[in-house]
């Protein structure tokens, strides 16, 4: 499969990674020579230097036999006419376009056919999105959604006086009486896959599958009593601070934003009449304490750099902020997090790639393609779902007798809406959903594809 990259910058450059990863073949396009010749060196990727929207420069980057455009440039309107011209030069070509403005969420969604589109990514309306979702649903540190069943993938942190701490997995769902399965641990940058010997220690950051059900029942055995934030503080009016005022205002939550940008406190004033704009300095504590932090319900830091952004979310913590979330946009400050009391993690980076791979996957395999995917565990996990069909191997044999590949799991089976953490005694039949957890190493595009065979 042909794919052009248009742009190579921070968003451009995860998705080269990814894909050049899942050894697709890559050509990158992008003005600046010095960003072009960083990525080349990097990935096993072609280049070429210019305009993405420049007719010449997309035929020397082969569009004519090129399966899919991605235009990730950080310029809605080169996007969406690298998109146009593309689609002009090769009528068969799939498109994906980055679209960032809010003016154009509308019209994009309405025009998409007449911009030639296959799919519009939005990064910061992704990522409010999911900071709406965290906040609606509060508990865990992150929460990830299948398709086709009531299943979630939610992460949590083994906290000192946790009851996980030093359990084995053996023991989890005797001692906390719910049917779950931790699926993945993070500890020391390390993912592991483990078996149920494994031992939880302190810090540890823990993924878990199971039904909505057990999963709030987990919640309230570990004492972890979730409540809906009423009133949200956020500290930046970037646009995903936008996307996020109008999801929250629509649902009756309070909100306030600081800005130090006195003409977007103006804006975001014009734009909600009904949210409280502060002009002042986030990052100051004392603006802070003055504007109430002590008093929200949760904390939200979406300023435009990372730093400042973890120093926010530390001081909520040690507010006592019930919620706090924090975005991060480049994925090397992830593992330094770990340690830090930054509440839920969010990378608008990481939430489109999600999204884009799917996609690609998808195209690649016309049948028996991921349903959802997700990345987790800074990126070091997936947790991928499929529909069983009758071209699956091993239908109605016993998982204890099937060999899989290494680094891979069968996390649950989904059958007719009852949910099951499988057993070895367990099979699966066609129209059965399951979920697979392997690592990033481990490149899952159809299920096929986990069986050691």
């Known amino acids: 499969m042909k794919i052009l990259i248009a742009g190579c910058g921070k ?6 990674r990814q894909l050049a990863f899942e050894g697709y073949d890559l050509t990158v396009i992008d003005n600046d020579t010095d960003r072009l010749e960083s990525c080349i060196e990097s990935y096993d990727v072609m280049g070429v230097q210019g305009n993405c929207a420049s007719m010449a420069v997309l035929k020397e980057a082969g569009v004519a036999t090129a399966d899919l455009l991605i235009a990730m440039t950080g310029q809605d309107e080169v996007n969406l006419l690298s998109c146009v011209t593309a689609h002009n030069m090769n ?37 409010a999105k999911e900071i709406s979702r ?17 299943t979630e993938i939610v992460e949590l942190k083994v906290k000192p006086d946790s009851q996980l701490k030093g359990l084995t997995l053996f023991k989890v769902n005797q001692t906390l009486k719910c049917q779950v399965l931790v699926c993945a641990v993070l500890r020391d940058g390390e993912a592991i ?71 977007r406190c103006r804006e975001l004033a014009a734009h909600f009449p009904n949210a409280t704009i502060v002009e002042g ?48 946009g480049r994925a090397e400050n992830l593992h330094i997090l770990d340690d830090l009391p930054v509440g839920s993690i969010i990378s608008p980076k990481d939430l489109v790639t999600n999204i884009i791979v799917r996609y690609v996957r ?41 060999q899989l590949k290494k680094n891979v799991l069968i996390a649950t089976i989904t059958r007719k809406g009852n949910i099951e953490i499988p057993s070895g005694d367990s099979t699966f039949l066609a129209g059965d959903s399951v979920i697979i957890i392997s690592g990033s190493d481990r490149k899952v595009e159809q299920l096929n594809d986990v069986f050691a065979e």
Request: one cysteine or more.
């Open 11 to 16: 968003m451009g450059s995860t998705l080269i």
């Open 91 to 127: 009528p068969k070509i799939n498109t994906i376009s980055r679209i960032k403005n809010p003016e154009y969420s509308g019209q994009i969604t309405s025009m998409q056919g007449a911009f030639a589109l296959s799919m519009a990514v939005n990064p910061d309306f992704q990522a």
């Open 134 to 150: 965290l906040l609606r649903y509060p508990g865990f540190l992150k929460r990830d959604t299948f398709a086709k069943s009531n």
């Open 193 to 263: 896959i483990p078996s149920g010997d494994f031992e939880l220690k302190e810090n540890d950051r823990i993924f878990v599958t199971g039904s909505n059900e057990n999963l709030n029942i987990l919640l309230k055995n570990l004492d972890i009593i979730p409540h809906k934030a009423k009133s949200v503080l956020i500290a930046g009016g970037s646009r995903v601070g936008f996307y996020l005022t109008k999801l929250l205002l629509n649902q009756g939550v309070s909100v306030q934003i600081i800005d130090s940008k006195s003409g």
């Open 281 to 328: 300095d986030a990052s100051d504590q004392k603006v802070l304490d003055r504007e109430g932090i002590s008093k929200a319900d949760a904390f939200v830091s979406l300023t435009g750099i990372d730093e400042t952004n973890i120093l926010m979310s530390l001081y909520a913590n040690h507010m006592h902020v019930p919620q706090v979330i924090t975005k991060v």
């Open 362 to 402: 998808a195209k690649k395999n016309q049948i028996g393609a991921a349903l959802t995917m997700h990345l987790i565990a800074d990126g070091l996990v997936e947790a991928t779902e499929f529909r069983v069909t009758e071209k699956t191997l091993h239908c109605g044999e016993k998982l204890k007798d099937i």
